[in-house]
Each structure stands twice: as structure tokens, then as C-alpha cells.
């Protein structure tokens, strides 16, 4: 089992930026594909971004190609996700989560969750 504790969200303006931090504990962080999550309110939680354990192998929801960069340290045991050019429609509440296979995007697939990060984006 893994613990998963975000942070790093909070309230931005629109066209800011934002780190998200992943911090994780239990079993060997580095063997896990570590995912980003977000649901805003009555919308179902979606796919954000990927990486593999290896860090190598990334993959992003189309729409947010070139504006969120995923990236981890295994030694930090942390994951990160970096949001730029952020609009009010990303406003929601972030999540991580990973699984011990490779690179999914749906959300039944992942085994451990965090708690969650509030974004929030004004106008």
C-alpha cells in the first residue's frame, strides 16, 4: 500500500501558474505509474496526466498537451505537476494516484489515492 499526500493548490489567476507536489509513503515508491487526476464540481473525476515508474514515459490528456508537465523523484519520492497558462476552467480539485502496471487514464485502474488539492482559478 502507498500513502499519497498532495499539495501545492490554492487560488490563481488566470494565465498564472501552479506546482502540484505529490509526496508519497508505505511500499517502493519507485515501482508505481503515478497518475493526475481532476473532478470539478458535478463533473466526473478525469484523466490529467501519467508517468511511468521509470519517469521515461509520460502522456497528457489531449486538451492540456503543452500546458502541464508531469515529472517525478523517486528519490524525493514525490511527483509533480507543473500548470501553466492556467484558465478558470481548470479550477478543481487535483488528485494523485498510482498502480502498480503501466500507463492507464481511467480512474478504476489506479489503487491508491490521495486526498486531494483545491485549484482554483479566477478570471
Known amino acids: 500500500q502507498v500513502q499519497l499526500v498532495e499539495s501545492g493548490g490554492g487560488l490563481v489567476q488566470a494565465g498564472g501558474s501552479l506546482r502540484l507536489s505529490c509526496a508519497a509513503s508505505g511500499r517502493t515508491f519507485s515501482g508505481y505509474t503515478m497518475g493526475w487526476f481532476r473532478q470539478a464540481p458535478g463533473n466526473e473525476r478525469e484523466f490529467v496526466a501519467a508517468i511511468h515508474w521509470n519517469g521515461a514515459n509520460t502522456y497528457y490528456a489531449d486538451s492540456l498537451k503543452g500546458r502541464f508537465t508531469i515529472s517525478r523523484d523517486n528519490a524525493k519520492n514525490t511527483v509533480f505537476l507543473q500548470m501553466n497558462s492556467l484558465k478558470p476552467e481548470d479550477t478543481a480539485v487535483y488528485y494523485c494516484?498510482?498502480?502498480?502496471?503501466?500507463?492507464?487514464?481511467?480512474?478504476?485502474?489506479?489503487?491508491?489515492w490521495g486526498q486531494g488539492t483545491q485549484v482554483t482559478v479566477s478570471s
Open positions: 494516484a498510482s498502480r502498480g502496471g503501466g500507463i492507464v487514464v481511467h480512474t478504476s485502474a489506479y489503487d491508491n
